[in-house]
């Protein structure tokens, strides 16, 4: 395992999308999520689970119920069989996925900080996994946006979807591309409308 200092471990990781066939043991996945969770500062209790589909049957079946949303559009009736096909062997060919879900709160405002620590959370995982070769990819499709998709994953009243995470081992990272300035991003808040 090799050691990067915090600001090059940042630099560093990039978004996996093409994954080797390596499988990834659900204890690392675990420790890696605990140890996310630990590093999270705060005194409130986050409210989150994860599921996990890293068995062929499991891809598979996630991989279905995001097609049902796909495949049931008006849109996707025009979809050929063959690309459909394509979509689920890709998905179903990642080693793993982590269904995030957060729990939500009495107000709105309480959800919203649960929600925000949650994905807190989540970038320290991906932090944590890059630091042992593990690369993933936060999935957040409009086909996964469906009460249908939230019910057949097990979604439950007073939670809130946060995305899936697809991991996985990989044998070349991306190239990093240009990022946007901080100054270019910037705005001084005079107190008059925009």
Same mark, same amino acid.
């Given at each position: 395992m090799r050691t990067l200092s915090l600001a090059s471990l940042i630099?560093?990781?990039r978004t996996i999308r093409k994954f080797n066939q390596t499988p990834v043991a659900e204890e690392l996945v675990v420790e890696l999520l605990n140890e996310a969770a630990g590093l999270f500062p705060s005194s409130d209790t986050v409210i989150w689970r994860c599921l996990y589909a890293g068995t062929?049957?499991?891809?598979? =079946?996630?991989?279905?119920y995001m097609l049902e949303q796909m495949t049931g559009s008006r849109l996707g009736?025009?979809?050929p069989g063959k690309m459909i096909e394509l979509f689920k062997k890709r998905f179903t060919d990642i080693p793993g996925h982590v269904v995030v879900i957060a729990g939500t709160g009495p107000d709105r405002r309480a959800s919203n900080r649960n929600y925000a620590a949650v994905c807190s959370i989540l970038q320290n995982f991906q932090l944590l996994g890059w630091e042992r070769q593990?690369?993933?990819l936060w999935d957040t499709e409009p086909m996964m946006q469906s009460e249908e998709f939230f019910k057949r994953i097990?979604? =439950?009243e007073n939670e809130r979807f946060v995305g899936i995470i697809?991991?996985?081992y990989f044998d070349k990272a991306p190239r990093?591309?240009?990022?946007t300035s901080a100054?270019?991003?910037?705005t001084v808040y005079t107190g008059r409308k925009a």
């Open positions: 630099r560093e990781r062929s049957e499991s891809r598979t =079946r996630l991989a279905d009736k025009w979809i593990l690369g993933m097990g979604v =439950r697809h991991l996985g990093g591309r240009a990022r100054e270019k991003k910037w």
